[in-house]
Nanobody
Framework: QVQLVESGGGLVQPGGSLRLSCAAS????????MGWYRQAPGKQREWVAA???????KYADSVKGRFTISRDNAKNTLFLQMNGLKPGDTAVYYC??????????????WGQGTQVTVSS
């Protein structure tokens, strides 16, 4: 049973930064691409960024140039550095194993997510 535990969310002002972490258990992390996803109130969950096991990264256009995804394969941990946050980034953020190509569909069960709120 793979467990995904997201952390690092919080309340931040527009233009601020946050760093999210995702601790994953099980072999799913090392052998798969990993992705970040988010779900805003009243909206469907959407893909945000992905990192393959070999380190290639991809981003949704809405976050390109502001967010950076990275992974520590030795520690089974995924990160999302978010800079230049906007109110539109407000959402619950989730990590999951992902397909390594577009549309980077999630492969496993979801964790509890971490809330990111961007507001002045």
């Amino acid at each position: 049973q793979v467990q995904l535990v997201e952390s690092g969310g919080g309340l931040v002002q527009p233009g601020g930064s946050l760093r999210l972490s995702c601790a994953a258990s099980g072999s799913i992390f090392s052998s798969n691409a990993m992705g970040w996803y988010r779900q805003a109130p009243g909206k469907q969950r959407e893909w945000v960024a992905a990192a393959t096991s070999g380190g290639r990264t991809k981003y949704a256009d809405s976050v390109k140039g502001r967010f950076t995804i990275s992974r520590d394969n030795a520690k089974n941990t995924l990160f999302l550095q978010m800079n230049g946050l906007k109110p539109g980034d407000t959402a619950v953020y989730y990590c999951n194993a992902a397909l390594s190509t577009w549309p980077f569909n999630a492969l496993g069960s979801w964790g509890q997510g971490t809330q990111v709120t961007v507001s002045s």
